[in-house]
């Protein structure tokens, strides 16, 4: 256990430290009207809020039932401005939005030698962060737009997650400082939510939680009009146009039944349809029937063939594993950020390349590919990528 990690007797309680008094000095500065204290431990960042003029009301919250305790008899009284709940983070508030939240949160990685007593003040998880994590899952739904978010953690908790983390929640941050100490560095953030996490609320999106992440988007999975969607935002690294560009994609190969439903989209981000479903290459390795997949290889090549009509290039397609999902009987393209404009696309062949490359494994499936025959059919499909051709390419699935 840490040096500075000191437990009152009669309660077991972390006393205040120089992680709490750096915490403090920006509590002091920055916290105002309703305020949220989570894992109050001594109530010493609560007690400090409420003395402050701009604020309301603190309420700090605990899973230890002894620090709940302890400040109800000790701390409470001090100020009428104060009150006392146990709660493993959010789990036992009722909906409610705060201005401030107040968090220093533990950070050790597990340690399963150490007492059940001590580790709910000392361990974050197994690796350090995991109750970061779960903090910043659920801390949009208790913090107002404008709200802020006085965040303490230490290097042991690696600073690179805790801020992989504040992102991928939708949250930006601002180091207020930092202190050396010999084993570790303390740094205080201050977090807010940013500009796309407020705009979602705005459209009555929920749950707006990290899923997934491509080299020009961060996509999100959240709710609308109680369905599951996907919001993907772009990377400020990406062009300035990528939104627009596949939502009008996405709009117009909807009238064909391609993609997920465009639901709406805005100047840095669009909403979406979830999809549920297993990838092409799962789909096919699990199932059983040969005549199934057989139509789900054949529906992968109509929708390559209109785009090739088209003349769109989706990309990707000779290996789809990420941009097929199906849920038999239904194969759904996804994602078509790179999706362009060509005189002379290549979807068909493309998907042709992957077939052949998963022959082995439709092989065990009773299909027998004709590697040379599919080849030279894929040649003629190139020259005239007509509907005949077409049809001569889905009739050799065998």
Known sequence: MDKRHKFSSKYFLYEPAEDSFLLQKYVKKHAYSRVLDIGTGTGIQALTAAQ????????????????????????????????????????????????????????????????????????GGK????????????????????????????SLTKKN???????????????????????????????????????????????????AQGKRSYVYLGTYKNKKIIVKARKSSAPKNITKKEADYLKLLNRHRIGPRLL??????????FVEGKRITEFIAEEKSKLKIKKILANALDQCF??????????????????????????????????????????????????????????????????????????EYKLQPNRQNFKTLINRLN
């Open 306 to 379: 209109i785009l090739d009509q088209m003349h769109l290039v989706k990309e990707e397609m000779h290996r789809p594993h990420k941009h097929l999902l199906v849920s038999y009987p239904k194969l759904t393209m996804i994602d078509f950020e790179r999706t362009h404009s060509a005189k002379k696309p290549h979807n068909v062949t493309q998907f042709l390349q992957y077939i052949l490359s998963s022959r082995n494994l439709l092989a065990k499936k009773g299909f027998k590919i004709d590697q040379v025959k599919l080849i030279s059919l894929a040649k």
């Open 161 to 211: 997650q805790v801020e992989r983390v504040i992102k991928e929640n939708l949250f930006e941050f601002k180091e207020l400082e930092r202190i050396k100490l010999p084993f570790e560095e303390l740094y205080v953030y201050l977090v807010k939510k940013t500009d796309l996490l407020k705009q979602l609320e705005n459209k009555k999106i929920h749950s707006s939680n990290y899923f």
């Open 52 to 123: 402050k003029n701009n604020v309301a009301s603190v309420l700090g919250i605990d899973v230890n039932p002894s620090a709940v305790s302890y400040c109800q008899k000790y701390v409470q009284s001090k100020s009428k401005k104060l009150s006392f709940l146990h709660s493993d983070l959010f789990a036992s508030l009722h909906p409610a939005k705060f201005d401030t939240l107040i968090f220093n949160p533990p950070y050790l990685p597990e340690d399963k030698r150490e007492p059940k007593e001590s580790s709910l003040a000392t361990t």
């Open 127 to 154: 690796r350090g962060y995991e109750i970061l994590e779960r903090f910043f899952a659920e801390a949009n739904f208790f913090l107002k737009p404008e709200g802020i978010i006085l965040l303490l953690f230490s």
């Open 264 to 273: 709406f989209t805005e100047k840095f981000f669009l909403v979406e349809e």
